[in-house]
C-alpha cells in the first residue's frame, strides 16, 4: 500500500443542505445531538432522512455533517442515493438524552450499514485535548495506528493504537497539545503504511476524531477525515 499524506479538515464545512425545521425540539423536550458521517466509498451521494423527513441533501463520500439536534428515543434513519427512494440504510437507532452520537454511512455500498458511536464530548484534563480514532476503511483489514512526534521511526515504537479492527472506535486518548504524526500500518507489520499524515495539530481543550477511510470507489490510497468534535 502506498504511503499516502492526506489530512482532510472539515471545520466550518458548508457542504451539507440541513432542513432544519426536521429537528426543532419543543421546549421541555429532551433531546440529543446526531452527526452523520458518510464512509461508503462507493455509494455515490446520497440524501439522509430522520424520521421520514429529508435532513441532508447530496452528501459526497468522506464527508461529515456538524451535530443535527433530535428529540431523544429512538429516530428512524434512512440513507439513500440522491435523487431516488430507494433507501440502502434504514435502522432505527435509540439516541438517549443530552447524548452526542456519530452515526457513519458504512462499508461497500454492498453491504453499507449504519454503524453508531456514542460521543465523550466531556471536557479534556486541563491542559490536554482528546483523540478518538475510527476505523471505517473497509479494504484496510485490521489496523495499527501510531500517533507519534512528526519523523518518529514508527519501527524502533510499538503502536499507541494496536489492533484496531474494521468497524471499531479505539478509546479516546488523552493527548498534550501539539503537532503529530498520525501513522496507520497493517496490524503487526510496521513496515507498510497505509495512511500518513505528518502534521496532525490539536490544541488543549479540543476534542478530534480521526476516521481512516477508502479511497472513493474502495480500497488505496487510504485517507485520514478529522472530525471536530468540540472546540
Known amino acids: 500500500m502506498p504511503r499516502v499524506s492526506r489530512l482532510i479538515s472539515l471545520f466550518g464545512m458548508s457542504l451539507l443542505t440541513l432542513a432544519l425545521t426536521a429537528f426543532t425540539v419543543g421546549c421541555g423536550q429532551e433531546h440529543a445531538r446526531v452527526r452523520i458521517v458518510h464512509a461508503s466509498p462507493d455509494a455515490g451521494n446520497v440524501d439522509v432522512l430522520f424520521d421520514g423527513k429529508v435532513s441532508l441533501t447530496n452528501v459526497p463520500y468522506a464527508t461529515a455533517s456538524d451535530y443535527l439536534t433530535v428529540s431523544a428515543g429512538t429516530r428512524r434513519i434512512e440513507v439513500r442515493p440522491t435523487g431516488s427512494s430507494n433507501d440502502v440504510i434504514n435502522s432505527n ?11 457513519l454511512a458504512e462499508g461497500l455500498a454492498a453491504s453499507i450499514a449504519a454503524v453508531v458511536l456514542t460521543d465523550d464530548n466531556s471536557d479534556p484534563a486541563s491542559g490536554k485535548a482528546k483523540v478518538r480514532v475510527v476505523h471505517a476503511a473497509p479494504s484496510a483489514g485490521t489496523v495499527d495506528v501510531y ?4 519523523g518518529t521511526d514508527i519501527t524502533t515504537v510499538s503502536p499507541t493504537l494496536p489492533s484496531v479492527a474494521y468497524q471499531a472506535a479505539a478509546a479516546y486518548l488523552s493527548v498534550d497539545p501539539g503537532t503529530y504524526e498520525v501513522v496507520v500500518t497493517p496490524a503487526g507489520n510496521n513496515t507498510t503504511i497505509a495512511i500518513d499524515v505528518p502534521n496532525f495539530t490539536i490544541t488543549a481543550g479540543q476534542i478530534r476524531s480521526a476516521v481512516a477511510l477508502d479511497a472513493p470507489g474502495g480500497g488505496a490510497p487510504f485517507q485520514l477525515l478529522v472530525l471536530s468534535d468540540k472546540n
Open 93 to 103: 437507532v435509540s439516541f438517549s438524552s443530552h447524548s452526542d452520537s456519530t452515526v
Open 147 to 150: 500517533i507519534v512526534a512528526p
